[in-house]
C-alpha cells in the first residue's frame, strides 16, 4: 500500500495571503464579523487613532482574539499568545498580529466593563435579525467556582486573630535578623525574603480588614466571612460539595434559545433574583415579556407577585410541586377558607380564627379552645401539639394559589417542559464543551466579564447553526 509523506523542506508550505489561511466556511469569520457589527464606543472600548505615544493593538483584534478563544475554551493569555503564532484561524483573525500574554491579560483586565456590554450588543443584535423574540423568557441558575480557595475564607475575627500570628512572626523574623547581623556568619538574603513576604501579608490583611470595617455594618459583623484572594465570592454549596462560587442568572429567550442576558451574582440561592433578572432582559431587548418561566428554586410569592402583577404569566412551581409530594390528607388544601369571615373551617366543620401576624408575611390561624384538637379523631394525625393545630396563610395567598394553578394548566406544563431544553442547555455548553468550571478573574467585575463572554460565544455558535451556516450568518451580520 502506498502511503502519503510530508515534506518539511517544501518551499511554498502556506499561501503568500493570510487570507488564504482559512476557507470561506471557516466559522473565524463569523465571530471576525460579529465583532465587526459592534458598535465598540457604545461598549465602552476607548477608541483614538489620533492618541500620541507608543502604538497600540487595534482594540478590535483584541476583542476577536479573546471572544474567538473563549468560544473554544481558550481563555489563558499565555494559550491565546501560542495560538496567535501556531493557530492559523488566530493568525487570519489578528491579521498576522502576535500581541503577548501580557498585552492580552491587561486588555482583559482594563476593558471588563466593555467585555460585559458585549452580551447586551449580542442580544439587541439577535433581537433586530428577528432571532430573539422576547415574549418568553426562562431563567436559570448556575455556581461557578471562583479563583480563590475555600480555605482563604474566613470570619472576621478568624482574619484578626490571622493577622495576629502573622506579627508575632514578622517579629521572630526581626530578631533572627539581627542576631545574624551581629555574628555576619550567615546571609540574611533568605531570612529576608521571607520577612519581605511576611510584611506583605500583613499588608494585604491589613488592608482586607480596613476594607471591611468601612463597609456598611452588620449585626452579625463578626460571624462575617470573606475569602481573602477574592472578597466578593462566597461559599456556596453544590453538586461537588461547597466551595467559594459564585452564582450566575440567565436569562434565555424561548424563540431560538439564545441568551439575553447573564449576571454573576453573591447570592447563595436563587430566591428573590427572577424578577430582578427578567427585569434587566426587558431593558436589554426594550420590550416587556408576556411570559416568565423558571424552576422551584425561585419560588418566593413575594418576589413572583410583583411579576404577576405586570399582568405576566409567571410559571413557578413550589417545592411540593416540583418534587411531585404526595398530598397530606390534613393539609392545609383540606381547610376550607372563608373569606368573607377570614376564617378556616377544618374536616370535621371546627372554625379556626386568625390571630396576629407573623415574620410579615402570613397570617396565623387557631381554635378558640386549643384543647378541641384533642378530643378530635384525628389527633395525632393532623397534629399532636397540645395547644392544637395552627394554620398559616400567607398575606399574598391569592397569588400563591395562581401560581400553583397555573403550573399545573396544561399550558404551564408545556411552557415548563421547554424550560429544560432552552435554559439548561447554554450552562451545560459552557461547562462542559468549553470546560469552564471556574472563573480566571476575581472580583464581581471580572467575573461579570467573562460569564457574558462565555454568553457571546454560546449566542454566535447559535446564530451560525440557526441561519443555515458561516456564509448565510455572515451575510445577516452584515446586513444588521
Known amino acids: 500500500m502506498a502511503y502519503k509523506y510530508g515534506n518539511r523542506e517544501q518551499i511554498t ?17 463569523v465571530y471576525d464579523a460579529f465583532i465587526d457589527a459592534l458598535d465598540l464606543k457604545e461598549l465602552g472600548v476607548d477608541v483614538d487613532e489620533d492618541a500620541v505615544g507608543n502604538s497600540s493593538y487595534d482594540p478590535s483584534i ?34 498576522g498580529l502576535k500581541p503577548d500574554h501580557k498585552t492580552i491579560a491587561n486588555f482583559r483586565k482594563d476593558n471588563k466593563q466593555a467585555l460585559k456590554n458585549i452580551l447586551k450588543q449580542c442580544a439587541r443584535l439577535c433581537l433586530k435579525l428577528n432571532l430573539i423574540e422576547g415574549n418568553t423568557l426562562f431563567v436559570d441558575g448556575s455556581k461557578f467556582r471562583a479563583n480563590a ?47 519581605k513576604g511576611k510584611k506583605a501579608l500583613k499588608s494585604k490583611i491589613d488592608q482586607l480588614l480596613e476594607e471591611i470595617n468601612e463597609s456598611e455594618p452588620k449585626p452579625s459583623q463578626k460571624d462575617r466571612t470573606v475569602n481573602g484572594t477574592d472578597p466578593d465570592c462566597k ?18 429567550d424561548d424563540e431560538n ?11 447563595t440561592n436563587d430566591l428573590n433574583q427572577l424578577k430582578i433578572q427578567i ?46 409530594t404526595p398530598k397530606n390528607p390534613f393539609a392545609k388544601d383540606a381547610f376550607k377558607y372563608n373569606s368573607a369571615a377570614d376564617t378556616y373551617t377544618c374536616p370535621v366543620g371546627e372554625e379556626f380564627f386568625r390571630t396576629n401576624r407573623i415574620d410579615g408575611n402570613r397570617y396565623e390561624y387557631r381554635m378558640k379552645k386549643s384543647t378541641s384538637c ?82 457571546t460565544c454560546f449566542n454566535i455558535a447559535r446564530i451560525i447553526s440557526i441561519l443555515g451556516g458561516v456564509k448565510p450568518a455572515i451575510a445577516r451580520l452584515k446586513q444588521a
Open 13 to 29: 508550505f502556506l499561501p503568500e495571503s493570510i487570507e488564504s489561511y482559512v476557507t470561506d466556511e471557516d466559522p473565524v469569520r
Open 62 to 95: 483584541m476583542l476577536k482574539i479573546l471572544v474567538y478563544g473563549y468560544s473554544y475554551g481558550w481563555r489563558s493569555s499565555r494559550k491565546l499568545e501560542r495560538a496567535l503564532h501556531h493557530n492559523l484561524s488566530f493568525i487570519w483573525l489578528a491579521g
Open 149 to 195: 480557595g475555600k480555605s482563604q475564607t474566613k470570619t472576621i475575627e478568624g482574619w484578626e486573630t490571622y493577622r495576629k500570628h502573622v506579627e508575632k512572626q514578622i517579629e521572630k523574623l526581626l530578631d533572627e535578623c539581627q542576631q545574624l547581623d551581629e555574628s555576619e556568619k550567615e546571609s540574611l538574603v533568605r531570612v529576608s525574603k521571607e520577612l
Open 235 to 252: 461559599i456556596m454549596k453544590g453538586r461537588q460539595g461547597s466551595h467559594a462560587s459564585y452564582n450566575n442568572q440567565m436569562v434565555v
Open 257 to 267: 434559545g439564545l441568551i439575553v442576558s447573564m449576571e454573576a451574582t453573591t447570592a
Open 279 to 324: 427585569t434587566q432582559g426587558e431593558e436589554i431587548l426594550e420590550k416587556p415579556a408576556e411570559i416568565v418561566c423558571a424552576d422551584a428554586g425561585y419560588s418566593s410569592v413575594e418576589d413572583l407577585k410583583a411579576l404577576v402583577d405586570q399582568r405576566k404569566v409567571v410559571v413557578v412551581p413550589n417545592n411540593s410541586q416540583a418534587q411531585k
Open 374 to 455: 384533642r378530643g378530635c379523631i384525628h389527633f395525632g394525625n393532623c397534629t399532636s401539639a397540645k395547644t392544637g393545630r395552627r394554620l398559616y396563610r400567607l398575606v399574598n395567598e391569592e397569588t400563591k394559589m395562581e401560581l400553583e394553578r397555573i403550573y399545573e394548566s396544561q399550558e404551564g406544563q408545556e411552557i415548563y417542559r421547554r424550560r429544560k431544553m432552552r435554559v439548561e442547555h447554554p450552562f451545560g455548553h459552557i461547562k462542559r464543551n468549553l470546560g469552564v468550571g471556574a472563573f480566571l478573574l476575581r472580583g464581581l467585575e471580572g467575573v461579570n466579564a467573562e460569564i457574558n463572554m462565555l454568553g
